[in-house]
């Protein structure tokens, strides 16, 4: 596609409910990543894959958070049991091979209550 | 692991004048320092970003400049527009790109 494309854009979950959050990244672009971003805040850093696999998930807050990418190219982002703490702006980015910037997508903001 | 500052918190300057922000990192290892503008609502877009290999890049009224033994970077902005208004985020990165660790913001106020 011609942008990193994220769904839902919006989200609202009640708390202790179970969500996915979909990344449908440049087509051709090996790596994703994840992203959380609290009100007024910087991103944070979640997940990094590197093709289909997990590179580096140092990120993810707690075992309530898994994320996949079984065929190199759609991601989701799984969170179990969320918690009130969980309502943030979640962001999704792609990039090329050797290729240092990223390219953002427009993000799920989720609100858990 | 790394830590980015950034300062102020908000700026607001007169349409025209020049606009500075700041950034401290800690990790020397970092050698990658992208620059991204996220207006209300809207996701981060790269503006700028700078190697550690460059101490100074330009593209048209925004530069960057680095110095990587006080281990700072600054953003800045020339003939401010209202259009700029809008937070602005540094980032540092090493571990070949993979990461990015964001500053906390700074909130530009362009007043027409």
């Known amino acids: 596609g011609a942008g990193v494309s994220q769904t839902p854009s919006n989200k609202v979950t009640e708390k202790g409910k179970y969500v996915e959050l979909r990344c449908d990244p440049i087509?051709?672009?090996?790596?994703l990543y994840w992203y959380r971003q609290s009100l007024g805040q910087g991103p944070e850093f979640l997940i990094y894959?590197?093709?289909?696999?997990?590179?580096?998930d140092s990120g993810l807050p707690n075992d309530r958070f898994f994320a996949v990418r079984p065929e190199g190219s759609v991601s989701t982002l799984k969170i179990q049991r969320t918690e009130r703490g969980d309502s943030a702006v979640y962001l999704c980015?792609?990039?090329?091979?050797?290729?240092?910037?990223?390219?953002f997508g427009s993000g799920t903001r989720l609100t858990v209550v | 692991g790394e830590n980015v500052e950034q300062h102020p918190s908000t700026l607001s300057v007169q349409e025209g004048d020049s606009a500075v922000i700041k950034c401290t990192y800690s990790?020397?290892?970092?050698?990658?320092f992208p620059w991204y503008k996220q207006e209300l609502g809207k996701r981060p877009q790269l503006i700028i970003d700078i190697r550690s290999n460059v101490g100074e890049k330009k593209d048209q009224r925004i530069a960057v400049t680095l110095n990587k033994t006080a281990k700072h970077f600054s953003l800045h902005i020339t003939e401010t527009q209202p259009e700029d208004s809008a937070v602005y985020f540094c980032?540092?990165?090493?571990?070949?790109?993979?990461?990015?660790?964001f500053g906390s913001g700074t909130k530009l106020n362009v007043k027409p």
């Open positions: 980032a540092a990165s090493s571990q070949n790109f993979n990461k990015f660790y």
């Open positions: 894959f590197q093709g289909t696999g997990a590179a580096d």
């Open positions: 980015a792609s990039s090329s091979t050797g290729f240092y910037g990223y390219t």
């Open positions: 087509s051709g672009h090996t790596a």
């Open positions: 990790d020397s290892a970092s050698n990658y």
